[in-house]
């Protein structure tokens, strides 16, 4: 059950675009299209933002987008906002074990 | 509107056990998979059990398993925690959340605001 791998963290200016990776393995995301993304910020629970890769709740900024290559999953920020300074986490079911795994969060920060 | 809501945290001596519960509205409890996650004050999310919608199927992390155990009652609305044998490394906020679907997806689609477990003598 190994913490799927994001950056510490990532930065950028208003109004440009970032992008977070986080690698897993053939065992998690490789394996299914289950992969979601969280939202967090300090002391507040955690939002769902992203589920099945790529879908958006209803709600969410279309800023948002996110997809999957391999073992790989990437989230994006397009027309980066002050309020988009965030931890974001990512999750991939496991099929083997039928449970969750997230990865170890990122910190975004709009300069 | 789903709302969910953790208590029965507090400070507990090691070896001490401790139950969390978790109250559900707003939504058919009884139609989903519900998930604790924890997470230690600055830290990251760490998956800690899940439960599939009628309870027939509950999986824990390494971290917990033999320790803690998992329960619903759908017609109390109650998800809950039975923590057993704490530790000090068990020290965390720990959140209730639904998943999307009634099996398990990984999809967190609601939280509770959290509760916080702190294991010390």
């Known amino acids: 059950q190994s913490a799927l791998t994001q950056p510490a963290s990532v930065s950028g200016s208003p109004g440009q675009s970032i992008t977070i990776s986080c690698a897993g393995t053939s065992d998690d995301i490789g394996s299914h299209d289950l992969v979601s993304w969280y939202q967090q910020y300090p002391g507040k629970a955690p939002k769902l933002i992203i589920f099945?890769?790529?879908q958006r709740p209803s709600g969410v900024s279309v800023r948002f987008s996110a997809s999957k290559s391999g073992n790989t999953a990437s989230l994006s920020i397009s027309g980066l906002q002050a309020e988009d300074e965030a931890d974001y986490y990512c999750c991939s079911y496991v099929g083997s074990t039928t449970s969750v795994v997230f990865g170890g969060g990122t910190k975004v920060t709009v300069l | 509107e789903v709302q969910l809501q953790e208590s029965g945290g507090g400070l507990v001596q090691p070896g001490r056990s401790l139950r969390l519960s978790c109250a559900a509205s707003g939504f058919t409890v009884g139609a989903y998979a519900m998930h604790w996650v924890r997470q230690v004050p600055g830290k990251g999310l760490e998956w800690v059990s899940t439960i599939t919608w009628a309870g027939g199927f509950i999986a824990y992390a390494d971290s917990v398993r033999g320790r803690f155990a998992t329960s619903r009652d759908n017609a109390k609305k109650y998800l809950y925690l039975q923590m057993n044998d704490l530790r000090p490394d068990d020290t965390a906020f720990y959140y209730c959340a639904k998943d999307s679907l009634h099996s398990v997806s990984g999809a967190l689609d609601s939280w509770g605001p959290g509760t916080l477990v702190s294991v010390s003598s």
């Open positions: 099945e890769v790529s």
